[in-house]
């Protein structure tokens, strides 16, 4: 705010601050002696101007003191911002200065092409008063103005030699470049802001094909990081189950091997217990048959061997000879058979698994092509489907090739054919990366892509390629070009070409149309990026009834 006052109450003739501030006519404030010096300059003229705004006085105005100013001035000094510099109106190491200031130099505000000198703002104010400097060219200040001028004619170079690619003065034109292709520099500053459009056109073209591109990643490493989340959490919950699933069988397992054994074990206790009742007894027995053996006593003996020598029925003993822990094999066997089969299917699955998860593929992550070498890699083979084509399309070259007729052909009736409109589709569906080129000429061509759900019949819009939200064409005619979806146009810059090349990406959803030039240089004329959800198929419309107009669909392989 400091500097802003000091430059209100600075006298525009000396630069410093107001020195006895007097106020003219037309409002403007100068030191006393810095005006009265300016109009002693202009007595002879008796016409006395305002050197700002050239406002003209007569007679020559009498002067006073403003005393307002002389005050605001002395309480501008006692701040001190009377100490503010006032160098940086004058001209330093880096800045252009007025070639017309003596002495120290001002701060050029403008170079003029014309008089090739640098102005201050004081300096350039006749270029804005007289009538005569009013076609002058003004630019920003430059300390290469002599560059204009012709070393060797001591001329402008108003010329240009578009053989030799050079600046040159009219003498030049009739001297060492007689005969080149010589324009005006105007002409040929025209004609290169032209091309400069279209490279800006071409640039902001790729500026924003390479944002779509960043958020179309950004997009695509979101949606894979979901993707990946959602696989890993999946994952976990199965592994979690199937770990859970392991543990209840393991559990089961262990339940029954368990209560198996107590009841094998209960029945071999049971099976022991009699047998050691049955020895018991028997050995109570011996001991009264070893008695009976000693007995001397005839009858006795007799009487007592019967009772005796009767022993009761023996305890089964044929489960002695199972094993009570042989059962057990068999699950043991079981369990690992299942461990077997479990670590076969997994060792299997999970080479399914690990190939899957390295086939998960980045959308764009082959990079789009970017010479005709690149893209006839992806080159196909399209030929028109007769059964498509239109009563008057007339199709030949292999069905290649496809012009009008004036009577209709002898095409037997097919729900495919289009009926009202002059279209016809590809035989082959696109997917995946294709490209393809159309050779044209005539009036009123539209290059197409449609799903092969595109209505046949009805109205322009239903029918009509890029009419609809199931088809896209660019209108290729003799003086422009036109990209065309669901009804809405949209007007496309670039050479015009008798060929055409179109580049799909299906999975991208990525279509791109080329002009291809005679030396088969591709510029791009239109790019668009949408979601495709079906296969395309390639068409043609030939819009106009010009005998002329014929397309094909050129043989790349």
Same mark, same amino acid.
């Given at each position: 705010?400091?500097?802003?006052?000091?430059?209100?109450?600075?006298?525009?003739?000396?630069?410093?601050?107001?020195?006895?501030?007097?106020?003219?006519?037309?409002?403007?404030?100068?030191?006393?002696?810095?005006?009265?010096?300016?109009?002693?300059?202009?007595?002879?003229?008796?016409?006395?101007?305002?050197?700002?705004? =050239?406002?003209?006085?007569?007679?020559?105005?009498?002067?006073?003191?403003?005393?307002?100013?002389?005050?605001?001035?002395?309480?501008?000094?006692?701040?001190?911002?009377?100490?503010?510099?006032?160098?940086?109106?004058?001209?330093?190491?880096?800045?252009?200065?007025? *070639?017309?200031?003596?002495?120290?130099?001002?701060?050029?505000?403008?170079?003029?092409?014309?008089?090739?000198?640098?102005?201050?703002?004081?300096?350039?104010?006749?270029?804005?008063? &007289?009538?005569?400097?009013?076609?002058?060219?003004?630019?920003?200040?430059?300390?290469?103005?002599?560059?204009?001028?012709?070393?060797?004619?001591?001329?402008?170079?108003?010329?240009?030699?578009?053989?030799?690619?050079?600046?040159?003065?009219?003498?030049?034109?009739?001297?060492?470049?007689?005969?080149? *292709?010589?324009?005006?520099?105007?002409?040929?500053?025209?004609?290169?802001?032209?091309?400069?459009?279209?490279?800006?056109?071409?640039?902001?073209?790729? &500026?924003?094909?390479?944002?779509?591109?960043?958020?179309?990643?950004?997009?695509?490493?979101?949606?894979?990081?979901?993707?990946?989340?959602?696989?890993?959490?999946?994952?976990?919950?199965?592994?979690?189950?199937? &770990?859970?699933?392991?543990?209840?069988?393991? #559990? !089961?397992?262990?339940?029954?091997?368990?209560?198996?054994?107590?009841?094998?074990? =209960?029945?071999?206790?049971?099976?022991?217990?009699?047998?050691?009742?049955?020895?018991?007894?028997?050995?109570?027995?011996?001991?009264?048959?070893?008695?009976?053996?000693?007995?001397?006593?005839?009858?006795?003996?007799?009487?007592?061997?019967?009772?005796?020598?009767?022993?009761?029925?023996?305890?089964?003993?044929?489960?002695?000879?199972?094993?009570?822990?042989? #059962?057990?094999?068999?699950?043991?066997?079981?369990?690992?058979?299942?461990? !077997? =089969?479990?670590? !076969?299917?997994?060792?299997?699955?999970?080479?399914?698994?690990?190939?899957?998860?390295?086939?998960? *593929?980045?959308?764009?992550?082959?990079?789009?092509?970017?010479?005709?070498?690149?893209?006839?890699?992806?080159?196909?083979?399209?030929?028109?489907?007769?059964?498509? @084509?239109?009563?008057?399309?007339?199709?030949?070259?292999?069905? =290649?090739?496809?012009?009008?007729?004036?009577?209709?052909?002898?095409?037997?009736?097919?729900?495919?054919?289009?009926?009202?409109?002059?279209?016809?589709?590809?035989?082959?569906?696109?997917?995946?990366?294709?490209?393809?080129?159309?050779?044209?000429?005539?009036?009123?061509?539209?290059?197409?892509?449609?799903?092969?759900? &595109?209505?046949?019949?009805?109205?322009?819009?239903?029918?009509?390629?890029?009419?609809?939200?199931?088809?896209?064409?660019?209108?290729?005619?003799?003086?422009?070009?036109?990209?065309?979806?669901?009804?809405?146009?949209?007007?496309?810059?670039?050479?015009?070409?008798?060929?055409?090349?179109?580049?799909?990406?299906?999975? @991208?959803?990525?279509?791109?149309?080329?002009?291809?030039?005679?030396?088969?240089?591709?510029?791009?004329?239109?790019?668009?990026?949408?979601?495709?959800?079906?296969?395309?198929?390639?068409?043609?419309?030939?819009?106009?009834? !010009?005998?002329?107009?014929? @397309?094909?669909?050129?043989?790349?392989?």
């Amino acid at each position: 705010m400091a500097q802003l006052n000091r430059e209100s109450f600075s006298c525009s003739i000396c630069l410093d601050l107001l020195q006895d501030p007097v106020a003219i006519p037309c409002g403007h404030s100068y030191c006393m002696s810095c005006i009265q010096t300016h109009w002693d300059k202009e007595d002879e003229k008796k016409a006395y101007s305002c050197p700002q705004c =050239r406002q003209t006085f007569t007679p020559r105005p009498v002067l006073g003191k403003h005393t307002l100013l002389a005050g605001l001035v002395e309480e501008l000094k006692k701040t001190g911002l009377q100490a503010a510099p006032a160098d940086r109106l004058y001209a330093g190491a880096e800045d252009v200065a007025c *070639d017309v200031c003596t002495g120290r130099k001002l701060r050029a505000q403008k170079s003029c092409l014309q008089c090739l000198i640098s102005f201050c703002q004081m300096h350039l104010q006749p270029h804005y008063d &007289i009538p005569a400097y009013a076609k002058h060219k003004l630019t920003e200040p430059s300390r290469k103005l002599q560059e204009n001028v012709c070393s060797r004619h001591d001329e402008v170079m108003k010329m240009f030699c578009r053989t030799d690619q050079e600046l040159i003065c009219y003498l030049c034109s009739v001297d060492e470049h007689r005969g080149h *292709d010589t324009v005006s520099a105007a002409a040929e500053h025209t004609e290169k802001q032209r091309e400069l459009e279209v490279s800006r056109q071409n640039i902001r073209q790729r &500026i924003q094909d390479r944002e779509r591109d960043v958020k179309m990643l950004q997009e695509e490493v979101e949606a894979v990081s979901r993707s990946a989340d959602e696989a890993v959490e999946h994952s976990q919950k199965i592994f979690t189950e199937l &770990i859970r699933l392991m543990e209840k069988r393991r #559990s !089961d397992v262990e339940l029954q091997v368990r209560s198996q054994q107590e009841t094998e074990v =209960r029945r071999v206790k049971e099976l022991q217990e009699k047998m050691e009742e049955e020895i018991t007894e028997l050995r109570k027995r011996d001991a009264e048959l070893e008695k009976l053996s000693h007995t001397e006593d005839l009858n006795q003996f007799l009487h007592d061997y019967p009772s005796l020598t009767q022993l009761s029925e023996p305890t089964d003993s044929s489960s002695i000879t199972e094993h009570p822990l042989r #059962s057990f094999k068999d699950v043991t066997a079981a369990v690992t058979e299942v461990r !077997d =089969r479990l670590q !076969d299917l997994l060792g299997k699955k999970w080479t399914n698994i690990a190939q899957t998860v390295t086939e998960v *593929d980045v959308l764009l992550s082959e990079p789009e092509p970017r010479t005709r070498a690149d893209f006839l890699k992806y080159a196909r083979d399209i030929r028109l489907d007769p059964d498509t @084509a239109n009563w008057l399309l007339f199709l030949s070259d292999r069905n =290649r090739r496809v012009t009008i007729e004036e009577e209709e052909q002898s095409y037997t009736f097919h729900p495919k054919r289009f009926m009202e409109w002059r279209q016809v589709l590809s035989s082959e569906s696109l997917t995946g990366r294709c490209y393809w080129e159309v050779e044209w000429s005539g009036f009123g061509l539209r290059l197409a892509v449609a799903y092969n759900s &595109i209505s046949r019949t009805g109205s322009r819009n239903e029918c009509g390629f890029g009419q609809n939200n199931k088809s896209w064409g660019l209108d290729c005619d003799t003086d422009s070009f036109s990209f065309w979806h669901n009804n809405v146009e949209t007007p496309v810059s670039g050479p015009r070409s008798s060929r055409i090349g179109v580049y799909l990406d299906h999975r @991208a959803g990525i279509l791109s149309f080329y002009s291809i030039s005679k030396r088969k240089n591709m510029t791009l004329l239109h790019r668009v990026r949408t979601t495709f959800t079906r296969p395309l198929h390639a068409g043609l419309w030939l819009r106009y009834l !010009d005998p002329g107009l014929t @397309a094909l669909l050129c043989k790349l392989k």
